[in-house]
């Protein structure tokens, strides 16, 4: 699962990192420090801690489970 | 008649919009979104992206942080997709040249990319040290893509003696920020006399420079690195200063800010050089004379384009924000009617994670002569402050203090007052607006220079003149 916080929006409320402790983490009060692609098994929590963002800064990819792989 | 023309215009769009070519140069950030930008306006067109790397678009600012701590694995940072873009992938393949003339864009490997509107989002490449038998030395890393980043964790994985970073900018400083975290001996060199002071100022600076040196940092400003020495397996082991002092180290990261990747544009006859792209706030690219072109558009780190808020001076952004945003314009106006045009003209943000302090920004630091604390505590490196510039608000920066910064955001947008009325609480003791601290912008540099040549408005032009050395 892809993952991608905006960090312009971001404000530290941390809501992300108690729905989603393994993903999400703040480094002193307010730096986050996610991982931009966590495994299948933390998607709940995942797709509840961006629902739950105050200012919306987390985006998890809708495209289904599988990517568009580019052919090069 | 004039209906007629507007309605045979429209027509052409229509019909551009459903069987056109559109080509995008640069597969990452702002070449993705502008991708995916173009499906959502309704282009279903021919859409191909072309990009030098060969991995499809991935994130970058991670790179200097979770993934050189050892948490996420360099190649774990690839951009979520926000739609199907149904697009033709050459990745691994440089454009190395732009033909106006035909519409073709030439690819390394010799074929050439036909379009009717062409994106370039080519980007920046990290510079490289300047001396390339020291550059190749095992051991001396720089940091801007995924690869880059997967080496420079490994070495560090391996518990070198130190790392020497130089260069104290973001990138610089938060990789020094890792290192700590790792509990690795670090070297900072900064030339200037502080870290961060391009982007931020000497006052900020200064607190940057506490920050590293309370993480035990070994911090040196205002000194240059003259030479890396190697052992003879050809790993790097020592650096020399400019103060004559030398630096045991085992790694090296040399952070030395960007280059923009507009050498494929030469002698295409678009106003490309080592400042960019020139382009309208609608991101249309200028030809080399600053008129604008209808077919060619620019995103990202490399448009160089005139901000409103900032006196009409022509900006280049390379913040995350202004990729996607730029994107999102670039594409809607490659498909759009001139009165629908948007303008893309952002406040410009940007965060850095260091130190455990979240660093942020909104509007263009440098443009301030002055700074003012207005809120917090430096001391508890927990603050906001404004930069003003002749009587208005320009800028502001926060420590630890981001939830301020919207506030700030709307001062900035309505040119308000500087010094700004004071916040209704937690007011630092001292007030006053104090200089900066910038740089002079005015040194001497050696970069290539426009020429004007030719009387006739027929001949009148520009040209490059050839860089001297």
Same mark, same amino acid.
């Given at each position: ?72 | ?115 009717? &509107?062409? =994106?370039?989002?080519?980007? @920046?490449? +990290?510079?490289?040290?300047?001396? *390339?038998?020291?550059? $190749? /030395?095992? %051991? !001396? ?38 290192? &700590?975290? =790792?509990?690795?001996?670090? @070297?900072? +060199?900064?030339?200037?006399?502080? *870290?961060?002071?391009? $982007? /931020?100022? %000497? !006052? ?266």
């Amino acid at each position: 699962m892809r993952v991608v916080v905006d960090l312009n929006k971001c404000l530290g409320y941390a809501q992300c990192a108690f729905l989603a402790p393994t993903v999400f983490e703040l480094h002193g009060e307010e730096a986050l420090m996610y991982d931009p692609n966590p495994g299948d098994a933390t998607r709940l929590k995942v797709l509840r801690a961006a629902a739950a963002c105050p200012v919306q800064a987390i985006l998890v990819e809708h495209l289904g489970d599988k990517d568009e792989s580019p052919a090069s | 008649m004039i209906a007629a023309t507007k309605e045979k215009v429209a027509d052409v769009v229509a019909t551009f919009k459903s069987t056109g070519r559109i080509v995008i140069v640069g597969a990452s950030l702002a070449g993705l979104r502008a991708a995916e930008a173009l499906r959502k306006e309704g282009f279903t067109g021919h859409l191909t992206i072309i990009g030098d790397e060969a991995e499809e678009p991935y994130d970058r600012p991670p790179l200097s942080k979770q993934v050189l701590k050892g948490w996420v694995p360099a190649d774990h940072t690839k951009l979520p997709r926000v739609r199907e873009i149904d697009a033709e992938w050459l990745l691994g393949e440089a454009a190395v040249r732009l033909d106006r003339v035909n519409k073709l864009v030439h690819l390394a490997g010799g074929d050439q990319i036909p379009f009717d &509107r062409l =994106l370039i989002a080519t980007g @920046t490449r +990290a510079r490289q040290w300047f001396n *390339p038998k020291e550059a $190749a /030395l095992d %051991g !001396v890393y720089t940091i801007r893509t995924s690869n880059d980043a997967a080496r420079l964790q490994e070495a560090l994985a391996a518990k070198p003696g130190r790392v020497l970073v130089i260069g104290a900018g973001f990138v610089g400083s938060e990789v020094a920020s890792v290192c &700590r975290e =790792l509990g690795l001996a670090v @070297t900072v +060199a900064e030339r200037a006399s502080a *870290p961060l002071v391009g $982007a /931020l100022g %000497g !006052v900020i600076g200064k607190i940057a420079a506490e920050m590293q040196q309370d993480h035990g940092v070994d911090l040196r400003c205002g000194i240059g690195v003259k030479s890396l020495e190697g052992d003879d397996k050809g790993h790097v082991r020592r650096a020399q200063l400019s103060d004559d002092s030398v630096v045991e180290c085992d790694v090296v990261l040399t952070s030395l800010g960007s280059i923009r990747n507009t050498e494929w544009l030469e002698g295409s006859g678009l106003a490309a050089g080592f400042w960019g792209v020139g382009c309208d706030a609608g991101c249309r690219a200028f030809d080399i004379n600053g008129v604008v072109t209808d077919s060619i558009f620019v995103a990202g780190d490399i448009a160089r384009f005139p901000h409103v808020l900032y006196e009409y001076q022509f900006l280049t952004l390379e913040h995350w924000d202004n990729a996607v945003l730029g994107a999102a314009v670039a594409a809607h106006n490659m498909v759009s009617l001139e009165a629908d045009r948007w303008p893309h003209l952002p406040l410009p943000g940007f965060w850095s994670g260091q130190f455990g302090v979240n660093i942020k920004s909104v509007g263009v630091c440098p443009f301030g002569e002055e700074i003012l604390f207005t809120q917090g505590s430096v001391k508890e490196r927990r603050f906001a402050a404004a930069y003003g510039h002749r009587g208005r608000i320009v800028a502001a920066v926060t420590f630890n203090h981001a939830k301020w910064l919207d506030h700030y955001a709307a001062q900035i947008e309505r040119s308000a007052p500087f010094p700004p009325p004071p916040a209704g609480f937690d007011r630092p003791r001292d007030m006053k607006p104090v200089p900066a601290e910038f740089p002079d912008p005015r040194v001497p540099t050696s970069l290539p220079t426009v020429i004007l040549t030719g009387h006739d408005p027929t001949e009148r032009g520009a040209e490059f003149q050839a860089r001297l050395h």
